[in-house]
Nanobody, 121 residues
Framework: QVQLVESGGGLVQPGGSLRLSCAAS????????MNWVRQTPRKGLEWISA????????LYTDSVKGRFTISRDNAENTLYLQMNNLIPDDTAVYYC??????????????RGQGTPVTVSS
């Protein structure tokens, strides 16, 4: 079955950087778009970025554009999120999700257990 395992979260100061990883298994990783979403008690679940199956199309929500970069390594079945210039509002539990289509834009299902990110001084 689909397994998604996120890692790389932690405590970072404002302005700092983190790189999240998502190890995928149980499906043909190179055939599906992937997403990063995050969740907080205040905002609920928020989609933040997506990438197509081949990595040739990427999408971002406005609040992370220019600061976050999504990428993937299909040979390693791994999804990444490079997060730079972090701000306290980025504090959340981050999840990767498997898209239902090869495109970046589209519905998604299956998410991992999440990795917490805390941005605080």
């Amino acid at each position: 079955q689909v397994q998604l395992v996120e890692s790389g979260g932690g405590l970072v100061q404002p302005g700092g950087s983190l790189r999240l990883s998502c190890a995928a298994s149980g499906f043909a990783f190179n055939e599906y778009g992937m997403n990063w979403v995050r969740q907080t008690p205040r905002k609920g679940l928020e989609w933040i970025s997506a990438i197509s199956a081949y990595g040739d199309d990427t999408l971002y929500t406005d609040s992370v554009k220019g600061r976050f970069t999504i990428s993937r390594d299909n040979a390693e079945n791994t999804l990444y999120l490079q997060m730079n210039n972090l701000i306290p509002d980025d504090t959340a539990v981050y999840y990767c999700t498997k898209g239902d289509l090869p495109t970046a834009l589209g519905p998604w299902s299956s998410r991992g257990q999440g990795t917490p990110v805390t941005v605080s001084s």
